[in-house]
């Protein structure tokens, strides 16, 4: 199954911005890069997701450069409501042949007072 | 919309003992997940599906099995429990997008297995 690293943990204050990257060597040629949220004793949601270049919603921004090897979640301005777990998703190959979200150790968010 | 509906949300087993943690979803989602989540850990793939009468192993199957008999129910399987099932289990589902990669994934809000 593919393979995502992020860093274990962040620590940040109430509102600055917060820049989390992945790095995600292995991407496959037509795989898209999800990110997703995860508070504590809750299934992960959805956040964003991208092919190439800066996608942008309601919540966040996604930067992804040329080689797709890597990818930034940014969440401007957080707020204490934005602790959680962030999971980086690509997709790998399973030995049945199908392509599967597989989940890295994710990078755990604490925003300060 | 109720989306993807797990029970029980909690249970204690002893070792040895089986059990099925039941998952159901109402979106007409073809692919279906089971996850599970150590403390501490991201989440693990047990076994998937793609449709109904299709299942195939993720990483880490041992000790589990599933079925898939309609597009709505992925019932998981625990065989004989041991302690290290003891684990948080998520059920999700996502659509089929027409290409080779589904759709964003939606869960349930898991089961909390302690294997005694």
């Known amino acids: 199954l593919a393979k995502t690293t992020q860093p274990i943990s962040m620590d940040s204050y109430e509102g600055q911005e917060v820049n989390i990257t992945c790095s995600h060597n292995?991407?496959?040629?037509?795989?898209?890069i999800t990110w997703y949220q995860q508070f504590p004793s809750q299934g992960p949601r959805f956040i964003i997701q991208?092919?190439?270049t800066k996608v942008t919603n309601e919540v966040a921004s996604l930067f992804i450069p040329a080689d797709r090897k890597s990818s930034t979640l940014s969440l401007p301005r957080v707020s204490l409501s934005d602790t959680a777990v962030y999971y980086c998703?690509?997709?790998?190959?399973?030995?049945?042949?199908?392509?599967?979200?597989?989940f890295g150790r994710g990078t755990s968010l604490i925003v300060h007072p | 919309n109720a989306g993807v509906t797990q029970t029980p949300k909690f249970r204690i087993l002893k070792i040895g003992q089986s059990m099925t943690l039941q998952c159901t979803q109402d979106?007409?989602?073809?692919?279906m997940y089971w996850y599970r989540q150590d403390p501490g850990m991201g989440l693990k793939l047990i076994y998937y599906?793609?449709?109904?009468?299709?299942?195939d192993k993720g990483e880490v199957p041992n000790g589990y099995n599933v079925s898939r008999s309609t597009t709505e129910d992925f019932p998981l399987r625990l065989e004989l429990a041991a302690p290290s099932q003891t684990s948080v289990y998520f059920c999700?589902?996502?659509?089929?997008?027409?290409?080779?990669?589904?759709?964003?994934?939606?869960f349930g809000e898991g089961s909390r297995l302690t294997v005694l």
């Open positions: 999700a589902s996502s659509s089929d997008t027409g290409t080779s990669l589904p759709g964003e994934l939606f």
């Open positions: 292995n991407i496959a040629t037509n795989d898209y």
């Open positions: 991208g092919y190439k």
């Open positions: 998703l690509v997709h790998g190959p399973t030995s049945g042949g199908s392509y599967i979200p597989t």
């Open positions: 979106m007409n989602h073809n692919y």
């Open positions: 599906s793609v449709g109904a009468g299709i299942t």
